[in-house]
């Protein structure tokens, strides 16, 4: 059974630092892999998928990266409108999401 | 532009129906998948259902397997999902979604989603 994992759970960072988010599958899903965002109340956001593309509109301090199983969502310099939940999903197979990292303002 | 609209969500005893519908615009729903994927109170994203585009391929989650029935309205681009035998842990929002199929399927577009609450 195919299970994704994020981490950390909880990310705290200061606006205008680097923040580095983590997601592994527990088999490989190549680069089949995207990045959403979530925000209170609002429906998810895609950010990145094929581990690496921009989604259109999104800023280019969101980097991904990664391939097989271990895969990174790179935030450079955090704004304020980047604090959220963000979830890693594999489509491999049949979509799965990860638990989620919430990214919080230290 | 694309545009999802949910609507259908409400209070529900246990063991009873709902039907959820998705209003589409800006793009045919035939020519895209289309999902269901829903988050219970606090937790994260659950997928839940898929439909394929041209022939309309149904594909399910095991938790809502035999329970759950997604459909779509081509002439009124709406998307449906008939929820049947509702358990408290079918509780969540439910976000329809407009697939990219890649291997499998991402979505890049969602609706705002609407609250199903099952209690009795």
């Known amino acids: 059974e195919l299970v994704l994992t994020q981490s950390p759970a909880t990310l705290s960072v200061s606006p205008g630092d680097r923040a580095t988010l983590s997601c592994r599958t527990s088999?490989?899903?190549?680069?089949?892999v995207a990045w959403y965002q979530q925000k209170p109340g609002q429906a998810p956001r895609l950010l990145i998928y094929?581990?690496?593309t921009r989604a259109t509109g999104v800023p280019a301090r969101f980097v991904g990266s990664g391939s097989g199983t271990e895969f990174t969502l790179t935030i450079s310099s955090l704004q304020s409108e980047d604090y959220a939940v963000y979830y890693c999903?594999?489509?491999?197979?049949?979509?799965?999401f990860g638990p989620g990292t919430r990214l919080e303002i230290k | 532009q694309v545009q999802l609209v949910e609507s259908g969500g409400g209070v529900v005893r246990p063991g009873r129906s709902l039907r959820l519908s998705c209003a589409a615009s800006?793009?045919?729903?035939?020519?895209?998948?289309m999902h269901w994927i829903r988050q219970a109170p606090g937790k994260g994203l659950e997928w839940v259902a898929a439909?394929?585009?041209?022939?309309?391929?149904?594909h399910y989650a095991d938790s809502v397997r035999g329970r759950f029935t997604v459909s779509r309205d081509d002439s009124s681009n709406t998307l449906f999902l008939q929820m049947d035998s509702l358990g408290t842990e079918d509780t969540a929002v439910y976000y329809c979604?407009?697939?990219?199929?890649?291997?499998?399927?991402?979505?890049?577009?969602w609706g705002q989603g609407t609250l199903v609450t099952v209690s009795s």
């Open positions: 979604a407009k697939g990219v199929y890649s291997g499998s399927y991402f979505c890049d577009n």
């Open positions: 088999q490989s899903v190549s680069s089949y």
């Open positions: 094929g581990a690496s």
């Open positions: 999903q594999q489509y491999s197979s049949w979509p799965l």
């Open positions: 439909i394929s585009a041209d022939v309309g391929h149904e």
């Open positions: 800006g793009f045919s729903l035939s020519t895209s998948g």
